[in-house]
Structures are given as C-alpha cells and as structure tokens.
C-alpha cells in the first residue's frame, strides 16, 4: 500500500478519514464531505477539524 498522510494517520485514504469525521462529529458524511472541498485537501488535518470545532462550538454541527 502506498503511504500518504491518511495511512501514516492510521486510515486507509481520505474518504476513510473524511467518513470517520462524519461518525465523530455524529453527521452525515456529506457535510463533511462539503465542507473539505471548499477548504481543499491541503487543510484536511488542520483547517478542516479546526472549522469543525468551531461549527460544532457554536451548534452549527447539531444533527437530529
């Protein structure tokens, strides 16, 4: 298996770890998936968690 930045992180590929995301944050992987492609791969491990701890911080990320 090639090594990338999602299995030197422990998941098979980015839709692994963008799915995971989906499963820790408890909403559908759609969102995230959006919102990954608007702040691009590059910012997968920073950009991305810290805008979704963010959206999460103020409900944004409340899923019922």
Do not use: C, H, Q
């Amino acid at each position: 298996m090639k090594e990338s930045v999602y299995t030197n992180n422990g998941y098979e590929d980015r839709e692994d770890y963008l799915e995971n995301l989906a499963d820790n944050y408890g909403v559908p992987p759609m969102v995230i998936y959006e919102i990954a492609d608007l702040l691009g791969e590059n910012e997968d491990f920073d950009g991305l968690v810290s805008s979704l701890e963010d959206f999460a911080d103020i409900g944004l990320l409340d899923w019922e």
